[in-house]
Every structure is written in C-alpha cells, then in structure tokens.
C-alpha cells in the first residue's frame, strides 16, 4: 500500500506541462507520468486505435486496479480530457500476456 502513495504522490508532480484538449497528447503526458514513477516493468505504450494507454506493473490484481484508478485521477485532476473515444488505462502483469489485470476510463 505504501507503494501506492508513492506512486500517487509522484503521479501528482512528475508533469506539470499545461493540459491540452487533444486525446493522444494527452494519453502521451500520462504515460510519461507512468514511465517517470520508475515503478512498471516496461515502457508505457499509447494506442489511438484502441483509444488506450497500456502499462505494465508486477503487483497484485487488486494493488493495480488501486494504481489504475490514482492514474486516471491524477489525469482528471491535471485537466486532461480524452475527447473522440472511450479512452483507458490498462495495467498487465508480466505474466499476463495482452490481458488487462486492471482497466479504468480516462476523462472525456
């Protein structure tokens, strides 16, 4: 859990760059505040096809679906808007293959 703090805490102050209104701007500033947490196991990838920004992450289902919800809230909170799409965060594990552990919507 305390994890999970750290990671809210550095969500909250690792972009401070103005929020714009295009989605896949957007999905790229959130993945480079996951990318800056140095805690998942791998790059942060964005898909303007799958209207997603996928990350994975070696910890417990119910620890990623908390870490999913602090991304999408820190998004929120930034101002950032995902127009044109159900866009989302989806967290794997390592072990997961291409399915999700956790999934949330970003901000329209």
Avoid at 11 to 20: G, I, K, Q, W
Avoid at 76 to 90: D, I, M, R
């Amino acid at each position: 859990m305390k994890r999970f703090l750290v990671v809210a805490t550095i969500l909250v102050v690792a972009n401070s760059a103005m929020a714009a209104d295009d989605a896949v701007s957007n999905a790229y500033r959130v993945c480079k505040m996951i990318d800056n947490t140095g805690l998942f196991t791998g790059p942060c990838q964005v898909s303007s096809r799958k209207y997603a920004v996928t990350a994975t992450i070696d910890v417990p289902s119910a620890d990623a679906r908390k870490a999913c919800m602090q991304i999408a809230g820190v998004a929120s909170s930034k101002g950032y808007h995902f127009p044109g799409g159900e866009w989302t965060v989806q967290l794997k594990s390592p072990t997961s293959g291409d399915k999700s552990v956790a999934f949330c919507r970003l901000p329209r």
